[in-house]
């Protein structure tokens, strides 16, 4: 039987067995090698911190409603960033074969039945670690920041949060010309921002703020901020990083409220632009020139290249079947993890 990460309650989640789909015109079967999971989504289902689980979200009008939840426990098919291999093809499909190798969207499960035209773009390069095609997903976001920080050659940018994520901005802010002030709480993560191009590593924990602190190193302030973390301080020393009118991507999931985030102080009085960059969409001044394609074919490109070296960024792989134990160290913030993918049988052996 195949196989679905759930989500069975509040602190507690579990692979379990699900229905085989049955394969329709147009589409795939695909065996799913790894997925990745991200932490920063997926622990608002483990938590039970969701909107979507306390609200409705209305579609139409964009707003999320008092009343009967979008979703309800337990939760199957989350997760955004897969790896498989197709192991069956319908009568009518000839853009994919049994045995190549893809990356796409269709959560924690061991087997999946999707278009191919949805994979038809998302092959592996022959040759590549199977396990970068799990980064594809959260590539884009950390490219769709990067773009929304509207990053300039020479420009200094401040970076709130290393981890997965935040390590990608911070190289691909880098190969956009940027001198990036990196910000986190982990020495580690700190040390490896530097790898990636980060001109200086911050504590956020150091007295005083970071923001303070950025504005004294650069002599007035970054030119623009990301957020990446999701923590509302964090958003609000991004907002006292920057100079006058400077430019804040918010780009972490914010749950519940902002008491950390002051609005009468530094934003209210350098006038600073904060903007939501969040994957459903691209910056709007690129609307004509920019998808959710092409975000995904740049940084699949960088990464298969090794320019962004995204499989440095994986410290553990784990059989899906440790998926709570996994869950339970990133609940409490074990700071030795970084990229958890979870591994399915189907994987080869030799990555066992």
């Given at each position: 039987m195949p196989q679905i990460v759930q989500f069975t309650e509040?602190?507690?989640?579990?692979?379990?067995?699900?229905?085989?789909?049955?394969?329709?015109?147009?589409?795939?079967?695909?065996?799913?090698?790894?997925?990745g999971i991200s932490a920063g989504t997926e622990l608002t289902a483990f938590r039970g911190t969701n909107p979507y689980l306390h609200a409705t979200w209305d579609a139409d009008q964009r707003l999320f409603r008092p009343g009967e939840p979008s979703f309800a426990y337990p939760v199957q098919g989350w997760g955004y960033s897969e790896v498989g291999?197709?192991?069956?093809?319908?009568?009518?499909?000839t853009t994919l074969s049994a045995g190549d190798l893809v990356h796409g969207i269709w959560g924690h499960r061991s087997d999946a039945v999707l278009p191919a035209s949805a994979l038809e773009w998302r092959r592996m390069p022959e040759g590549a670690d199977a396990i970068l095609g799990t980064f594809a997903r959260v590539g884009s976001i950390a490219l769709n920041a990067v773009l929304a920080a509207d990053v300039r050659l020479g420009e200094r940018v401040a970076i709130f949060g290393q981890g997965v994520i935040g390590l990608l901005a911070?190289?691909?802010?880098?190969?956009?010309g940027g001198r990036v002030y990196a910000v986190d709480t982990v020495a580690d993560r700190l040390a490896k921002a530097r790898e990636f191009g980060a001109v200086?590593?911050?504590d956020a924990l150091r007295e005083g703020?970071?923001?303070?602190?950025i504005r004294e190193l650069t002599g007035g302030g970054a030119d623009s901020a990301i957020e990446l973390s999701g923590a509302d301080r964090a958003l609000h020393e991004a907002v006292r990083s920057v100079v006058v009118e400077g430019l804040v991507a918010a780009s972490g999931f914010y749950q519940g409220g902002a008491t950390g985030l002051r609005?009468?102080?530094?934003?209210?009085?350098?006038?600073?632009?904060?903007?939501a960059s969040q994957i459903s969409g691209v910056p709007v001044g690129l609307g004509g020139r920019w998808d959710q394609s092409r975000l995904v074919r740049t940084v699949m490109e960088l990464i298969t290249a090794g320019t962004v070296d995204a499989g440095a960024l994986v410290s553990d792989v784990v059989d899906a079947a440790a998926v709570g134990e996994v869950f339970g160290?990133?609940?409490?913030?074990?700071?030795?993890?970084?990229q958890a993918v979870l591994r399915f049988e189907a994987a080869p052996e030799h990555a066992r």
């Open positions: 509040p602190g507690r989640v579990e692979l379990v067995e699900t229905e085989a789909f049955p394969l329709v015109a147009g589409s795939v079967r695909v065996a799913t090698w790894y997925s291999q197709v192991v069956e093809v319908a009568d009518d499909v911070t190289r691909l802010a880098t190969l956009s200086e590593a911050i703020g970071a923001g303070a602190y609005l009468g102080e530094e934003f209210h009085h350098n006038r600073v632009r904060i903007v160290r990133l609940d409490a913030g074990d700071p030795a993890i970084l």
